[in-house]
């Protein structure tokens, strides 16, 4: 079974907006990291958020992690066109360090 | 962009069929993996690497086996395909067991007819 779900499965949004997605998980983890997919190809990693760690900034990005509730949110502030993409939520749990388990994504969609 | 390749990028095959995939990386890292991809889904693993001729099972790993004789290469191999394991299959790779940084080749897209 998926360790991470992401939610909202889709998001469209105008230029300029913040999308936000969020990603819940089962079992305690060492982190969870953030990717992109473009269409057709594959996932680039985008950031990475430590157990101990509450929330990390990467350029437009935004990543909080709250343990106690087992989810994380990815915000992205003014977005681009360009930021249309699918976002997906990984996590490597304690019990199974170094083998990644992904949600089902996001999917988001910016309007110019 | 990580030194991935994977080849084929497109196969069409019958049920029955041996197909292989191959993983090359240039980046001298340790630890390989491949995923699969299936329509509305995210990736789910199917077997790893932790070096040369160390591989271990996945979370879907019936009816695929994996080799790594060499540091940069990884091979997945169906040794007959069926209908279920059409799906974009992904080659990934890190440095380190836990940083979880993965870097992702462009994707093999297998359809089994």
């Known amino acids: 079974s998926q360790q991470g779900e992401e939610d909202p499965q889709a998001l469209s949004i105008q230029e300029g907006e913040n999308a936000t997605m969020n990603c819940s998980y089962k079992t305690s983890i060492n982190n969870l990291q953030w990717y992109r997919q473009n269409s057709g190809r594959g996932l680039v990693h985008l950031i990475l958020?430590?157990?101990?760690?509450r929330e990390k900034h990467s350029g437009r990005l935004r990543v909080t992690l709250d343990t106690s509730k087992k989810s994380s949110s990815l915000l992205i502030t003014a977005s681009r066109a360009a930021d249309t993409a699918s976002y997906f939520c990984?996590?490597?749990?304690?019990?199974?360090?170094?083998?990644?388990?992904f949600g089902d994504g996001t999917t988001l969609t910016v309007k110019p | 962009d990580a030194g991935i390749t994977q080849s084929p990028r497109h196969k069409v095959t019958e049920t029955g069929t041996p197909v292989t995939l191959r993983c090359h990386q240039t980046?001298?890292?340790?630890?390989m993996y491949w995923y699969r991809q299936d329509p509305g889904h995210g990736l789910r693993l199917i077997h790893y690497s932790y070096g040369v001729k160390d591989t271990d099972k996945g979370e879907v790993s019936d009816g695929y086996s994996v080799s790594r004789s060499k540091t940069e290469d990884f091979l997945l191999t169906l040794e007959s395909a069926t209908s279920s394991q059409t799906s974009v299959y992904f080659c990934?790779?890190?440095?380190?067991?836990?940083?979880?940084?993965?870097?992702f080749g462009e994707g093999s897209r297998l359809t089994v007819l």
């Open positions: 980046e001298n890292h340790r630890y």
């Open positions: 990934a790779i890190s440095a380190e067991i836990n940083t979880g940084e993965l870097f």
């Open positions: 990984a996590t490597d749990a304690n019990t199974n360090a170094g083998k990644s388990t």
């Open positions: 958020i430590r157990s101990n760690e």
